[in-house]
């Protein structure tokens, strides 16, 4: 009792090694990381990424720029849904103008045919 046997972390500091980069770039900081030896050091972000074989670092490379168009994506897709919650709001608000009788306008015209196309 008392004597611990280390072997098995020993075994795994390259995992840790791969979850600190991982935390890493969840953090965005520095993080404690497993060297070969089972010793702990300090590393950035960018001294983990140095540190990894360039197929690595062309696959996360390719996995930031696939994330980055889908951010752009998403924007987009944002912006299509806001445009078209503001044309309903405004068909429904023509339609209510035309239910009270209410005079129409050039503009009016103008977004009845974009009503009617929807």
Do not use: F, W
């Amino acid at each position: 009792m008392g004597q611990e046997d280390h072997r098995p972390v020993r075994r795994k500091a390259p995992l840790l090694a791969s979850l600190a980069g991982v935390l890493s770039l969840v953090t965005g900081g520095a993080v404690e990381a497993q060297d070969r030896n089972g010793g702990g050091r300090r590393v950035t972000l960018t001294e983990y990424e140095a540190s990894l074989p360039r197929e690595e670092q062309e696959r996360r490379e390719a996995i930031r720029r696939a994330n980055e168009e889908d951010r752009e994506v998403m924007e987009l897709q944002r912006a299509v849904d806001a445009a078209e919650a503001e044309l309903g709001r405004q068909c429904i608000a023509l339609a209510e103008r035309d239910r009270r009788g209410q005079p129409r306008n050039p503009r009016d015209n103008q977004l009845r045919s974009s009503c009617s196309l929807r």
